[in-house]
Every structure is written in C-alpha cells, then in structure tokens.
C-alpha cells in the first residue's frame, strides 16, 4: 500500500492558492482513477482508497493546515502499519518555477513547513518520496509567505491545468516503475 499526500490548507479561502498545489495534484489523481475522499475526524484528514494499476493507495488531504500536516499524515501511517518508505508527499515548491516537477527520494526540509512537520512526526527520517510542484518566480521584494497565498493569475490557470495532468501521469508512473525511473521522464519542465 502506498500513501499519496497532497499538502495544502483547507477552505475556501485558500481554495486555488499557491501553497496548495499538492491538493490541486491528488484532487485530479483521485478524480482520474474514481477513489471518492471522505473526511476522518479520526485523522483530521480527507481520505480516499482504491487501486492505481495493481497497487492499493490511500489519497490523503490533510485538514490540519499546512504546518501541521504531519500530525494527520504520521497517525495514518502507523495505523495501516505503513512505514515511510510507502509514502508519496506532493507539494508546492516556490524555487521552482510553474511548469516544473521535481521528484526527490530524500532531503530537508527546503523551508517548507509541510515538509518540516512530516520530518518532525517521523523523528527525523527525511527520507520519503516527494514530488515537487514549481509554484514560482517569487516577485523579488515580496515575502514567501505572502506570494504562498495568492491565488494562481487567471493567465497561469491552463498552465497549472497542465501540471496537474502531469503529476497525475507522473505519480502513476512512480507507482508502477519507482522514483528513480519517474524522476527520469518527469523531473524538469513539462512539455507542452
């Protein structure tokens, strides 16, 4: 079993922001292969289970807020007796340009709260699969977590439509063949 995590906040205020390009990502996952999320009070997570290919995953969206995410994403691990090597985190990346993947099987952190909550709940292990959504260019002078909150411009909204598509392909592929195979044909820009 493997577990999907797309990070973001929950709302709908933050609804299409920046900081919630992993909920945008495992949304359209969830719709390609019909795994229906329920929210868990239990986990304080939406969570969906179903088949991709031959491998049965759970679907996870964390209602925590971002900097929590581990609170909901750890106790779900241990409760399907799943260890970290199972997990799959997508999430925003503001050094990465919008149009850009990145798979990563270990690392720090990077400054994303997300991530250092997932690091945190684990005890330290950082080395669990991600996949890196490019949410950037930052406008220079303005603080991250400001830029994190906007909303994607109406000019960004095909492009985004795009890479969503693209980590679908790319984390079904990840399933299927391994990070190492799937960063080889996703990491870096998509092609139009």
């Known amino acids: 079993m493997k577990l999907i995590a797309g990070l973001g906040n929950p709302g709908d205020k933050y609804e299409f922001t920046r900081h919630n390009a992993g909920f945008i990502v495992v949304s359209k996952l969830a719709e390609k292969f019909n795994i229906t999320g329920k929210f868990d009070k239990k986990f304080n997570a939406i969570i969906g289970r179903g088949l991709i290919g031959n491998e049965d995953v759970l679907i996870v969206q964390p209602m925590t807020f971002m900097n929590l995410s581990g609170d909901a994403i750890i106790p779900l691990m241990n409760y399907y007796k799943m260890t970290h090597h199972d997990l799959?985190?997508?999430?925003?990346?503001?050094?990465?340009?919008?149009?850009?993947?990145?798979?990563?099987?270990?690392?720090?952190?990077?400054?994303?709260?997300?991530?250092?909550?997932?690091?945190?709940n684990l005890g330290g292990k950082n080395d669990f699969a991600r996949l890196k959504v490019g949410i950037g260019p930052q406008p220079p002078f303005m603080p991250s977590e400001s830029y994190v909150l906007q909303k994607f411009d109406k000019s960004e909204e095909s492009l985004l439509s795009e890479v969503a598509s693209c980590a679908v392909d790319a984390i079904e592929l990840y399933i299927s063949r391994g990070i190492e195979f799937a960063g080889s044909r996703f990491n870096g820009h998509i092609k139009s």
């Not at 985190?89 to 997300?114: E, M, P, Q, Y």
């Open 88 to 120: 799959l985190v997508v999430f925003d990346d503001i050094s990465l340009d919008l149009g850009v993947l990145r798979f990563r099987a270990k690392g720090s952190d990077g400054g994303h709260n997300g991530i250092k909550s997932i690091i945190r």
